[in-house]
């Protein structure tokens, strides 16, 4: 006897008494089979509050809402001030502040405390008529030039000894060994011979 024909999604017998089960088709969305009826789909709208206010529900419904729709206060009116560009308005007058200097030099005035440079009084002067103050500057020598100015010979007797040069800043000449001076003579000198013995 063989096994009964498949009538879409129930399990059926395969060779050898295995019992195979098959992979049914889903009962929401589009069904492919003629015989099944689709479900209806069902979807959140994407509209906007403003666009769901525009819908059209009833003439009474627009009454109401009459006004309510337009672009807002975004006009720019022109200002009644200034130039006007329509020609039926009158531009009213305009008025400035003057910009020039209130108070203008003039040759014919009479120059003010600091108008002229005078010249200092102190140096040498460049008007003629007028002395020129000494100059006194202050000495630049060293204290070692100071003390060896001559003030009188008392002065001179008490510092005796205290000027020269220091114990060492003198190179003397050795006395022995060659001589270079002809006043003073040269001692002998010995050396070891370096012939060979034998």
């Known amino acids: 006897m063989s096994p009964p024909a498949d009538l879409g999604g129930g399990p059926s017998f395969a060779s050898g008494g295995a019992l195979a089960q098959r992979k049914g088709r889903s009962g929401f969305g589009p069904q492919a089979n003629s015989r ?14 403003d666009q769901t206010k525009k819908v059209f529900i009833s003439d009474a419904h627009q009454q109401e809402r009459k006004c309510m729709e337009g672009p807002g206060p975004i006009y720019e009116f022109p200002s009644s001030m200034a130039t006007q560009a329509d020609a039926m308005k009158e531009t009213a007058p305009q008025y400035s502040f003057s910009k020039t200097d209130r108070l203008k030099s003039s040759d014919s005035w009479v120059p003010g405390p600091g108008s002229y440079v005078r010249p200092a009084s102190m140096g040498a002067q460049v008007a003629s008529q007028k002395v020129n103050s000494p100059n006194i500057r202050f000495s630049t020598t060293t204290r070692d030039q100071q003390g ?19 114990p060492g800043a003198y190179q003397y000449t050795d006395s022995i060994g060659l001589q270079p001076s002809s006043l003073r003579r040269s001692s002998p000198a010995f050396s070891i011979p370096r012939v060979e013995r034998l």
């Open 36 to 49: 099944k009826t689709t479900a209806p789909i069902f979807s959140y709208g994407h509209s906007t509050r």
């Open 148 to 166: 060896k100015r001559f003030i009188s010979s008392e002065h001179v007797s008490t510092i005796k000894g205290t000027f020269g040069a220091p």
